[in-house]
């Protein structure tokens, strides 16, 4: 794998990780809601976003480029799609890593319709070339194909129509500063609050034709960290466990039996998640120790610790990377059952209170 590809995860069997795959890409798109008014939660990115279509509807034009920033999951591709349909707009899909050369994108803007929405997903992960091609194409629509090869080559010019393009990013601070500039519109996607999330799932329930009750709801809200994709995902693990163990019913005991076969517990942390935490706790003491160290001790690549399992131990304040490695806080020490050393270990100031 190289460094920059970070779409790790393939060793590990993960029920809460937010990248989408297999049984959940059919599922997904049947459970997207199809306009803003659908969208739950990110109020202010639904807020700013509506001024912007309708202003530019209202105007009779094309809407200005977006860009859509934030953690896996949390619904920028579907936002996009809602960006189309509520432009009343044909969307082409692609992703920065399908575009590995400017003929590739050169390829795709000729071809676009007027007012057609281009998805860039992955848009961080696009060749430099192909990256240049694109400033022009979104400041002046406009692309320079280049004909021919060596000394004889000539560039020529290509008008296209007007377009709205809409990146997305998990990793908005990889994007170089011109091409974040030529984005009109940037919505920061926050992760989502449990009450949010129990809203996501009554309707994902709703759409399945899951009976879920309140409770039940806010038990598999609880657990999905913020993020609606998980949240789905682990409906439909509850949903399975009801239908064979239960009566079929989504109840706040069936959710919590059946997340606990899966693994997931209260917090959303699933076994990587609880492995690197033991580890860190039990072998070196709550730390600090070195990503490297801790990958070998849970058997896991250093990428995946680092991108799979950190990210979330770190917002929960359970992990802390400091520049002498990663060490565990008190709430790691609490969450596991377990209890905190009366010395800060490795003398790390801060962390544990005094
Ligand atoms: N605001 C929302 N309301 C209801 N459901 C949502 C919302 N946002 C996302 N979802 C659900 O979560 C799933 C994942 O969303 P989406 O694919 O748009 O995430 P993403 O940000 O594009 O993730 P990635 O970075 O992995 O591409 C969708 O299938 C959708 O059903
Ligand atoms: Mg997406």
Avoid at 55 to 68: F, K, N, S
Avoid at 79 to 90: F, G, H, K, T
Avoid at 99 to 126: P, T
Avoid at 237 to 249: F, H, N, P, S
Wanted: glycine share 12%.
């Amino acid at each position: 794998m190289s460094p920059d590809d970070d779409s790790v995860g393939g060793g590990v069997d993960r029920l809460v990780g937010a990248v989408a795959d297999g049984e959940d890409l059919a599922v997904e798109a049947a459970l997207r809601p199809k306009d803003l008014g659908e969208f739950i939660g990110q109020r202010r990115v639904r807020e700013q976003l509506d001024l912007v279509l309708r202003a530019a509807r209202a105007r009779g034009g094309t809407a200005d480029h977006v860009l859509l920033s934030g953690s896996p999951g949390l619904g920028k591709t579907t936002l996009s799609m809602i960006i189309a349909a509520e432009m009343a707009a044909p969307i082409r899909i692609t992703s920065g890593p399908a575009i590995q050369h400017a003929g590739d994108l050169a390829a795709i803007l000729s071809s676009l319709a007027e007012g057609e929405v281009l998805f860039l997903d992955e848009i961080h992960r696009m060749s430099r070339p192909a990256e240049e091609m694109l400033y022009m194409a979104m400041e002046d629509f406009r692309v320079d194909v280049v004909v021919g090869k060596g000394p004889g080559a000539t560039a020529i010019p290509l008008e296209l129509p007007p377009f709205t393009l809409v990146g997305a990013t998990t990793r908005a601070g990889l994007l170089p500063p011109p091409l974040r500039d030529r984005f009109g519109f940037t919505g920061h996607m926050e992760f989502y609050e449990p009450a949010e999330l129990e809203r996501v799932v009554h309707r994902s329930a709703g759409l399945l034709g899951v009976e879920v009750t309140a409770e039940g709801a806010g038990e598999i809200a609880g657990r999905s960290r913020g993020t609606p994709r998980i949240a789905n995902r682990l409906l439909r693990r509850v949903r399975d466990y009801a239908q064979i163990r239960a009566d079929g019913v989504v109840t706040r005991e069936v959710a919590a039996s059946a997340l606990e076969v899966y693994e997931v517990d209260a917090l959303g942390l699933d076994r990587l998640d609880r492995a690197v935490l033991r580890a860190l706790l039990k072998l070196f003491g709550g730390g600090p120790v070195g990503l490297s160290t801790l990958a070998v001790a849970v058997g896991e690549e250093r990428e995946t610790v680092e991108e799979v399992a950190e990210p979330f131990l770190v917002r929960e304040g359970l992990l802390a990377r400091t520049p002498r490695g990663r060490v565990a806080t008190p709430a790691a020490w609490r969450h596991l059952g377990l209890t905190p050393p009366e010395a800060p270990p490795g003398g790390q100031p801060g962390l544990f209170g005094t």
